[in-house]
């Protein structure tokens, strides 16, 4: 082989080399956050709306008499539907007249907030695994990161809203109440209304709402609505209850289970008798 054809051979092995280098994720890469959702229509309306996971596999399989995909890669099964995901492993079925996936990659901002999200919601609870047995250090230190939790939480809110179900997930959605309900109570005073709306739209839980106000509330000096509150964790004392005759009928009406249940779970939380 001449000397010339070596040098080419070289060449061609280096170009093809380095294009599968660029083509490849860089180990330091975050994976694609992306925005997923199924929405099950009768008569052309939307009558159910599934958020799936942000991360993870997503294998969509599907029969149905006609398939229409948009520009934006949304997939739209018409007539006699069965859809079939495939989600981490776990094995989920759909079937309708209509169904539409959608799936959109959050930008890098959003994603951030999104992953910002999810790690305040750990750190949150870092050291509140056995509330019951903090010590005083313990309770230093996790106000220290419930403070700059929540001045993450109030910028994310500002730039985007409050971060609910659509938006963040709702594991995170989850989260990010959990990080205002920690905070101080100026924050709470703040946001109270901005989670109110929340759940008015569908993007938070109603269970949610009635922590937050029932502190808020607390604080003011004035009787909770929810009988969330307690004086202390040890007694197990609730704080007091505006019109108590229909406290099981308001907790009923957003959501929460009975009070009977609800003090069993926290005398479990903060191991009380």
Not at 3 to 21: D, E, H, N, Q, R
Request: glycine share 6%; net charge negative.
């Amino acid at each position: 082989m001449s000397y010339l054809k070596i040098c080419l051979l070289g060449l061609i092995a280096v170009v093809t080399l380095s294009a599968k280098a660029e083509a490849l994720p860089s180990p330091d890469a975050k994976p694609v956050l992306r925005r997923r959702t199924i929405s099950v229509l009768s008569q052309g309306k939307e009558v159910s709306n599934i958020l799936l996971p942000f991360d993870g596999s997503f294998i969509p399989n599907w029969t149905a008499r006609k398939t229409e995909i948009d520009a934006d890669k949304t997939i739209r099964l018409k007539g006699h539907v069965l859809l079939m995901l495939s989600i981490d492993k776990r094995s989920f079925s759909f079937q309708g007249d209509e169904i539409t996936i959608r799936s959109k990659a959050l930008d890098d901002e959003e994603a951030q907030a999104v992953r910002d999200i999810e790690q305040m919601g750990i750190s949150d609870q870092s050291l509140r695994a056995n509330p019951s047995e903090m010590t005083a250090e313990q309770e230093a230190q996790q106000g220290l990161i419930d403070k700059a939790n929540m001045q993450r939480l109030d910028a994310i809110i500002k730039r985007f809203g409050w971060p609910g179900n659509g938006f963040a997930g709702i594991e995170n959605a989850k989260s990010a109440f959990i990080v205002l309900q920690h905070a101080d109570s100026a924050s709470q005073h703040t946001y109270l209304p901005v989670l109110q709306a929340a759940v008015a739209k569908g993007e938070a839980d109603g269970s949610d709402l009635a922590m937050l106000e029932d502190r808020v509330r607390v604080s003011d000096g004035k009787p909770q609505l929810y009988g969330t509150q307690f004086k202390s964790a040890k007694s197990m004392e609730l704080c007091p209850v505006e019109d108590e005759a229909h406290l099981e009928q308001r907790r009923s009406e957003l959501g929460m289970i009975p009070m009977a249940e609800y003090i069993k779970v926290m005398k479990e939380v903060y191991k009380t008798e």
